[in-house]
């Protein structure tokens, strides 16, 4: 099975830190995507990355980068931390069949 | 623009079957995905269809018509442990990431 491993399963951050949130997934899948999820709106889409070094806004970027130096690891990052940005983080795997593999993902509180 | 439209809240007594809609308005379409995700978990992947009619795996189907932008999750003989969210989640091109609804709360009742 797919394994997708995110570093943290709970953060907590003050205001104006900068934070890495880390993704490992081990079946050689070329693309990775970052998702925060909120009470009543979904999963919503930051990043993805269909190979190395290759990054792609989603539909909220704001606030976030991304870096693929490998292709099993894919790295969210807050360069500034804001208490808007407390929530979950899931990150996802996929090998192309649209059957995405998420890690158990990072709840992160920001103070 | 894009939405994908499902119920909030579903309740369904154990035993029963039930049904969770989804429509959709997309720009582009390419399949609908369906997840399931217990309160703490990661969603799982339940489900794809890239064409119309029904693909069933088990108790669970899921149902696509294309000319209709709609699809349906439906699940049979339910148990307690089918209490969960369900999202649709939809591709709008072959390598494009899927975009989820807000998702369906399903509540099992004995």
């Known amino acids: 099975d797919v394994k997708v491993t995110q570093s943290s399963r709970y953060l907590v951050k003050r205001t104006g830190e900068k934070v890495f949130l880390e993704c490992v997934q081990d079946?050689?899948?070329?693309?990775m995507f970052w998702y925060r999820q909120d009470p009543g709106l979904g999963l919503r889409l930051i990043y993805f990355?269909?190979?190395?070094?290759?990054?792609e806004k989603g539909d909220i970027p704001e606030g976030y980068s991304v870096s693929r130096e490998k292709k099993e690891r894919f790295s969210l990052i807050l360069e500034s931390a804001s208490t808007n940005q407390t929530s979950m983080y899931l990150c996802?795997?996929?090998?192309?069949?649209?059957?995405?593999?998420f890690g158990s993902g990072t709840r992160l509180t920001v103070v | 623009g894009q939405s994908l439209e499902q119920p909030s809240e579903v309740t369904a007594v154990e035993g029963a079957i039930v049904q969770i809609n989804c429509t959709y308005q997309?720009?582009?379409?390419?399949?609908l995905s369906w997840y399931q995700q217990h309160d703490g978990g990661a969603p799982t992947f339940l489900s794809y269809?890239?064409?119309?009619g029904l693909e069933e795996t088990g108790r669970f189907s899921s149902f696509l018509s294309r000319s209709d932008s709609y699809g349906y999750l439906l699940l049979q003989e339910l148990q307690m442990k089918d209490s969960a969210s369900y999202f649709c989640?939809?591709?709008?091109?072959?390598?494009?990431?899927?975009?989820f609804g807000k998702g369906t709360r399903l509540s099992v009742i004995a």
């Open positions: 996802a795997s996929d090998g192309g069949s649209y059957g995405y593999t």
């Open positions: 079946m050689d899948h070329e693309n």
């Open positions: 990355s269909y190979d190395v070094k290759m990054k």
């Open positions: 997309t720009s582009g379409f390419y399949g």
């Open positions: 269809n890239g064409l119309d």
């Open positions: 989640a939809v591709a709008h091109s072959g390598n494009t990431p899927l975009v």
